[in-house]
């Protein structure tokens, strides 16, 4: 619940004023039924009509300003719980946007979304209900007691000998019932990854008419989330009906009690009904507490789960100079025996998260690029590829060995320093739902002469110049009205577009027929000389004119070197040349 507390303390002025106003409109609430009592006690035995309906003037006036305080009340608290739960979605969404490899992959995509929806709401359902019921209820129970007290001893002690029995139902149930919406949350992670699953792969399964399979998977997680939730929902539903049951005996032990007392003349008949209605409130109030106590069981349960996130510490902090290694030798790329795994037990925040079990993934990778040549890298599916991308772009770090750029250790770097050196086009690279013009220049204001020479070099100024709206064309999420190759070549562009020193392109060409990879690929030597260019691909025809070839097979380098030293030095790469090439002859 800190964390809560944490976001609402810049807003507790305005929180203290809201309060203040539902505090005023309890308050006239509770002042009516002794307004009651008092006309029926005091005034119609007078016979007085004009004290009657001043009287009656005045409970009307209070009960106008109970219901104009109570909503001006509520409409606060409703813009404050947003306010709150605003500022920490924001936090969380810029605390995932820089977790390390490492920890995102601990945590899970899908537990993330839910973290940023579901869990976030029920914080806001909470703050809100701070505000509101949190005043509400304890002002109706305190002061319902203490005004009964005054009225007629003998029967509050009817409602004071119940509150303990019922407080305690709620305080232990309420105590057992966090546990259980933990649960609840971490069912919904799975109903969300597998529902992220089915949408991101619906064609697929489609394709292979396996609706049904799948039918079947997520009702398993549903059934699942189903039953942790109904075993929640029950425990804290629990203490409703046997408040309901004390109200109703209470109700009738005051009704029993207050008529004999009235018989011996020891109190004035509007004592009761007055007394009915407190018991009333005073009841609402006991109750109202038990769903502040739910609202906190679940808002706990979600604050510890935003929490455990936001309290993740830096990933990959950058280290200064004396930290950094040094490289053995020039260049302005180098990879110095670099070993990685993933799940190492070591990556900073994951262990909070995962077991710490290691994946080997890359051993003793070295290699050197000068800068303006290019690097092809080939090899079969799952050999390291993509994860020597990842490792100098610092999503991870080594293991073992160092990864440099520009003759610095790229732990040194900030990562927007870094990052910047770079333009890039990952496998299954993202296109946006929004203009083919705002897809390419990604926020970073490049001007209408860089957007347009971007779109050239990458091929994809034909297909733009078909659309009657141009570089206006929108693009539908994940580019759903863009063939496979016409992506490609936008999210090339994307990345050629600032002129990058570094250019990657993992498998970026697969959806190109030849020709088109061929000219892109000769614009890219043409027009960009100065770039160091890294190409992930499949295709020999693709990295075979590259400066030099890294060969990998199960994370490890069997070949590097120019397309002609590995045709003489490299059984492998002969292989997949003669394979590729040969076809094609």
Request: proline share 3%; with cysteine.
């Amino acid at each position: 619940m800190k964390w809560i507390f944490k976001y609402m303390a810049p807003y507790r002025a305005a929180i203290a004023l809201g309060m203040l106003i539902k505090l005023a409109a309890t308050m006239a609430e509770l002042l009516l039924p002794y307004i009651l009592e008092h006309i029926i006690d005091v005034e119609v035995p007078t016979g007085q009509l004009g004290l009657i309906f001043l009287w009656g003037a005045l409970m009307i006036g209070m009960a106008v300003a109970a219901r104009q305080l109570n909503v001006s009340a509520n409409c606060r608290a409703v813009e404050n719980a947003h306010n709150v739960s605003y500022n920490m979605r924001q936090d969380l969404f810029v605390k995932t946007a820089n977790l390390s490899g490492a920890q995102f992959d601990a945590c899970g995509l899908p537990s993330l979304i839910s973290r940023m929806t579901s869990d976030s709401y029920n914080v806001q359902s909470c703050v809100q209900s701070l505000q509101t019921i949190c005043i509400r209820a304890p002002i109706m129970l305190v002061g319902g007691i203490c005004i009964t007290l005054t009225m007629d001893a003998v029967l509050a002690a009817i409602l004071c000998a119940m509150l303990p029995i019922l407080l305690a139902v709620v305080l232990g149930v309420s105590r057992y019932g966090i546990p259980l919406y933990n649960k609840v949350q971490e069912a919904l992670d799975d109903v969300v990854r597998v529902m992220r699953e089915n949408i991101t792969g619906i064609r697929v399964v489609k394709a292979l008419s396996k609706e049904d399979y799948e039918r079947r998977r997520f009702a398993g997680c549903n059934d699942a989330m189903a039953r942790s939730d109904i075993k929640a929902s029950t425990v804290m539903a629990l203490p409703g009906p046997f408040m309901q049951l004390c109200l109703n005996v209470g109700l009738t032990l005051v009704v029993f009690v207050g008529a004999r007392r009235v018989n011996e003349g020891a109190m004035a008949p509007g004592v009761i009904l007055a007394f009915l209605t407190y018991f009333n409130l005073v009841l609402q109030g006991v109750m109202g507490l038990n769903r502040i106590f739910m609202m906190i069981s679940k808002a706990s349960a979600s604050a510890n789960r935003i929490g455990a996130i936001l309290a993740l510490p830096e990933g990959q902090p950058v280290l200064d100079a004396a930290q950094a290694r040094q490289p053995a030798g020039e260049g302005f790329i180098r990879f110095e025996h670099v070993h990685f795994s993933y799940g190492a037990a070591g990556a900073a925040g994951a262990a909070a998260f995962d077991g710490g079990g290691r994946e080997k993934c890359l051993e003793d990778i070295d290699f050197t690029l000068k800068k303006g040549e290019s690097l092809g890298i080939i090899g079969p599916t799952g050999c390291g590829k993509t994860t020597v991308i990842n490792l100098l772009m610092r999503f991870y770090d080594a293991d073992e060995g160092g990864v440099f750029v520009d003759g610095r250790d790229v732990r040194s770097y900030p990562k927007d320093e870094l990052h910047r050196k770079f333009g890039v086009v990952f496998q299954n690279d993202m296109v946006f739902n929004d203009s083919l013009r705002r897809n390419i220049d990604f926020g970073r204001g490049l001007g209408e002469d860089a957007v347009q020479r971007a779109a050239q070099d990458a091929m994809a100024a034909e297909f733009i110049a078909h659309f009657e709206d141009g570089l206006e064309h929108m693009a539908d999420i994940k580019g759903a009205n863009l063939s496979g190759g016409q992506k490609q070549r936008l999210l090339i562009a994307r990345a050629l577009a600032a002129k990058p020193e570094i250019l990657i392109l993992d498998d970026a060409s697969s959806a190109l027929d030849y020709g088109t990879d061929a000219a892109l690929r000769k614009a890219i030597l043409a027009g960009y000389a100065g770039t160091t260019t890294i190409m992930v691909a499949q295709r020999v025809s693709s990295v075979m004119n590259m400066t030099n070839i890294l060969v990998m097979d199960d994370g490890r380098c069997i070949g590097y070197g120019s397309h002609e030293h590995l045709l003489a030095a490299c059984p492998a790469y002969r292989e997949i040349f003669e394979t590729q090439m040969g076809a094609l002859a």
